[in-house]
């Protein structure tokens, strides 16, 4: 089976990731995430298994003790890991998966998969990013704070990912990140491991 590429995917908190990667999925059957684990309280409609994992921090750290964990790392005080095994058996079956991750974490799994495709998501303008957090409602004042200060560091390590998407307008965004996540299966060492290609190339 020829081996699905591995995307990913970060950005500063209210720049948009989830519904641009959301919308990829729709678009591209081929396509999944792995859903990821953490420590952070489940929000109101959010599923288990289906937006995370939600553990505690006694069974997270037992996770990394078991290596279980292809990233992991802390973010706003709460902790979030990939499942090692569960992008392992993605990839094994020809899906592309993504990984929506912070810097930190990308930085782990490039070490471990070299081979991954790394896209940042960028918003607009800082202000657009403030307008953006206040206007989901979820955070107070000293949390959207917090998340501002944050994005400046995260938006500052833009600059070592492989794509850069601006979130402007978000039907651009979108075609874009598609089309990313779609040329990473031509890529030439991916390709010469389907029979057809490899028969041609001898």
């Known amino acids: 089976m020829n081996s699905g590429s591995l995307i990913l995917v970060s950005a500063p908190s209210g720049a948009g990731k989830t519904s641009l ?11 999944v995430v792995c ?6 309280t489940q929000r109101e409609g959010e ?9 505690d921090d006694p069974q997270f750290d037992q996770m990394i003790k078991d290596g279980e964990f292809l990233e992991h790392a802390d973010v706003f005080g709460k902790r979030y890991g990939s499942s090692r095994n569960e992008v392992d058996r993605c990839r094994a079956e020809g899906k592309d998966v993504i990984l929506e991750i912070d810097w930190q974490g990308a ?12 896209v940042f998501i960028l918003p607009p303008s800082m202000a657009e990013l403030e307008s953006r957090l206040r206007g989901r409602g979820q955070d107070s004042q000293d949390a959207i704070s917090t998340r501002l200060a944050e994005a400046e560091t995260d938006i500052a ?6 794509y850069l998407v601006v979130n402007e307008d978000f039907k651009r965004a979108h075609t874009e990140l598609l089309s990313i996540v779609q040329s990473a299966r031509l890529r ?12 041609l190339l001898g």
């Open 21 to 31: 990667v959301r919308s990829v999925l729709e678009a591209d059957s081929q396509v």
């Open 35 to 40: 859903v990821s684990h953490t420590t952070r």
């Open 47 to 55: 599923r288990n298994g289906e937006n995370y994992y939600f553990v």
């Open 107 to 118: 930085d782990q799994v490039r070490r471990i998969l070299p081979d991954a495709v790394s």
């Open 157 to 162: 390590q833009a600059k070592r990912y492989d």
């Open 188 to 199: 030439q060492e991916r390709q010469s491991k389907r029979a057809a290609v490899a028969k």
